[in-house]
């Protein structure tokens, strides 16, 4: 049994941060890629950005340069940071880790946490 716990989310003016964090427990051996993704109303969840275990990573064309992804290995977390928020980045942020355990790689969810960027 695995579980992400997803926490960091909230209300915040446009052109403010927040960061989220992702932390992983339960039966893990190793965890290969985690990501953050996003699902805004009436449309289909996006990848935000994803972060490989030695530490590359990628962005949505629409986060580049504003967004931040990192992980700590150590602590099975990753993180988004999220500066300079648009109000289009409203949406419910979900963590995504991809995770080995007895000889297979399986995909698992956060229960996904709400950003609302509102004046």
């Known amino acids: 049994q695995v579980q992400l716990v997803e926490s960091g989310g909230g209300l915040v003016q446009p052109g403010g941060s927040l960061r989220l964090s992702c932390a992983a427990s339960g039966s893990i051996f190793s965890i290969n890629d985690m990501g953050w993704y996003r699902q805004a109303p009436g449309k289909e969840r996006e990848l935000v950005a994803a972060i490989t275990t030695g530490g590359s990573t990628n962005y949505a064309d629409s986060v580049k340069g504003r967004f931040t992804i990192s992980r700590d290995n150590t602590k099975n977390t990753v993180y988004l940071q999220m500066n300079s928020l648009k109000p289009e980045d409203t949406a419910v942020y979900y963590c995504?880790?991809?995770?080995?355990?007895?000889?297979?790689?399986?995909?698992?969810w956060g229960q996904g946490t709400q950003v609302t960027v509102s004046s």
């Open positions: 995504n880790a991809v995770i080995f355990w007895l000889g297979v790689y399986s995909d698992y």
